[in-house]
């Protein structure tokens, strides 16, 4: 009978683990002791950016613990055992109205991690996919269908830290209402081509200010809201924040004491955490996740690049655009 007792340990997902367990291992009355302490067995969830990244090692995870995985992305989500894939342009309203016609009325847990660097895109595409968007879903869809007891959770940045110092520049933008009211002030905050690596800053900031200005709203109908903010993460958009801080090494130097980048699993984690029963009583919270990166600047033994305000128009001009590249090179 000792036999039975033993496990063998391999890269398996924790639902092949317990299958081996209940077929050759434990006894029918020990297998069901084994306590699902994350619940989402069975539970809707919703992931946007869940082709690659976070989102892809969140909606894996997912699968993993029992979900019906709902996958929102541009590209195809080719990820085993989600129960459906709907494409989507979270920079455009009609696809997001479009793809929510596709998704269950009841949406239990709701993963918002899809995002842009600024790099590639625009000024206003970079802040809509990652501001407006969030805002615009929440407020039109998972008010209605997020019911008691489910929960949101958001993927913003560190990036987005020092929100609560510089809500003067972006509050007409926060507090906008509807997705025109929105885009019309993000209009009026800066050009098109306005220096992307301040339109990624501002748009975490503007989410990191929604959560912590909204969550209480939710809470009075039992429904939690948290937001993680990520350090600098080896996915797929690496050398575009890599540009964004002059190089690789700079990069690096985000990551805290860790002395290499995050892995996206080691974002995935904490976050499916925070909508998990794990996390049952936490609610409007902000979870950095940066080995040590933020305590390192509030304890002043690292300087803070990004405690500076970035929305005045005067940043988007080329020569005050290439002196701020300069100050970010320098580390």
Request: glycine share 8%; with cysteine.
């Amino acid at each position: 009978m000792f036999f039975r007792y033993y496990v063998f340990f391999f890269k398996a997902t924790p639902n092949t683990i317990v299958f081996l367990l209940s077929k050759n291992f434990l006894p029918r009355k020990e297998l069901n002791t084994l306590k699902d302490y994350f619940g989402y067995k069975d539970l809707t969830c919703v992931v946007t950016g869940a082709a690659s990244g976070m989102g892809k090692a969140a909606t894996e995870m997912l699968v993993d613990l029992g979900a019906k995985v709902y996958a929102l992305d541009m590209n195809e989500a080719n990820i085993p055992g989600i129960a459906g894939f709907v494409k989507v342009n979270l920079s455009d309203k009609a696809s997001i109205d479009a793809a929510f016609e596709k998704l269950p009325e009841r949406i239990d847990k709701f993963f918002g991690i899809a995002g842009l660097s600024g790099v590639k895109t625009d000024y206003w595409t970079t802040v809509t996919v990652n501001f407006i968007a969030n805002k615009y879903m929440t407020e039109t869809y998972l008010t209605k269908r997020v019911p008691s007891g489910g929960s949101i959770a958001f993927i913003t940045s560190t990036g987005g830290l020092n929100w609560e110092k510089y809500q003067w520049e972006y509050k007409k933008l926060l507090n906008a209402n509807g997705w025109e009211g929105m885009v019309s002030e993000l209009h009026k905050l800066a050009p098109q081509d306005g220096y992307g690596a301040f339109a990624y800053i501002i748009s975490k900031r503007c989410m990191n200010a929604y959560v912590a200005r909204n969550f209480s709203r939710f809470a009075e109908k039992n429904i939690r809201m948290n937001f993680l903010m990520p350090a600098s993460t080896n996915t797929g958009m690496k050398a575009e924040f890599s540009k964004l801080v002059g190089s690789d090494a700079n990069l690096i130097k985000q990551a805290g004491l860790a002395g290499r980048l995050a892995e996206s699993k080691e974002m995935a984690e904490p976050l499916v955490f925070l909508n998990s029963d794990m996390a049952s009583y936490i609610t409007g919270y902000g979870m950095i996740v940066d080995y040590g990166d933020t305590t390192l600047k509030v304890i002043k033994e690292k300087k803070d690049l990004q405690n500076l305000p970035v929305g005045f128009k005067i940043y988007h001009t080329k020569l005050v655009k290439k002196l701020i590249q300069a100050y970010i090179d320098k580390g």
